[in-house]
């Protein structure tokens, strides 16, 4: 009977560290998101500088995606590249449609534009993370044994937002959380459709 029962949409572990970085999440928005800017502005190196700007701009998510869609391809789990590639243009549309409708400023006044339009870009959600975060579920199921680092990628990528001062770190956990249930939605829907 117990192999008949239905799982639900999230692991007992995984309902505890969603609850746990919305915590964080809601914590950092109200009181520390501008102490956490301005830590990351303080520790700025030329090395660091250097070595984050690799996971800096958005061509990294579309690096990240040919690579994963190419072992997934070879691994014979093809199946999976469209839902793959589904959850990820999702998650940054809808990255875009919250940031409109949020409208919150970027710190230290970091005006930002989408690429090759005049449209501002605005903080919340992170783009980068919402859409990174959104490809570990998948990844996670079938790709298990590279699961660190996929998930090392996407952190790093996250770092990079609040490093340069593009996101607050509510923009960068938020993202994450919405891309992460994105990502489980459309595998659960990919799933439910076999």
């Known amino acids: 009977m117990g192999k008949d029962k239905k799982r639900g949409l999230f692991e007992k572990k995984e309902y505890i560290w ?3 970085f919305l915590l964080i999440g809601f914590f950092s928005l109200i009181f520390f998101d501008s102490a956490v800017a301005d830590m990351f502005a303080s520790i700025q190196t030329s090395f660091l500088s250097m070595l984050l700007s690799i996971f800096k701009p958005m061509s990294i998510i ?24 589904f959850s990820l243009i999702i998650s940054s549309i809808l990255s875009f449609v919250i ?3 949020i409208s919150r400023e970027r710190p230290f006044g970091l005006a930002e534009t989408i690429a090759f339009t005049n449209i501002k870009d605005y903080s919340f959600p992170s783009s980068h993370t919402m859409t990174i975060f959104s490809a570990l579920p998948i990844l996670d199921r079938e790709l298990r044994r ?5 998930i090392a990628i996407a952190c790093l990528i996250a770092l990079s937002r609040l490093y340069f001062g593009a996101h607050y770190l509510s923009d960068v ?7 992460y249930v994105i990502g489980k939605l459309v595998l659960a829907i990919t799933e439910r459709r076999k």
């Open 146 to 150: 590279f699961k660190w680092v996929w």
């Open 62 to 85: 579309v690096l990240f995606g040919v690579l994963a869609v190419m072992i997934l391809w070879k691994e014979h789990r093809r199946k999976l590249i469209w839902p793959f590639a």
């Open 18 to 20: 969603l609850g746990l």
């Open 99 to 101: 940031k409109f409708y």
């Open 173 to 179: 956990i938020f993202g994450g959380i919405f891309g």
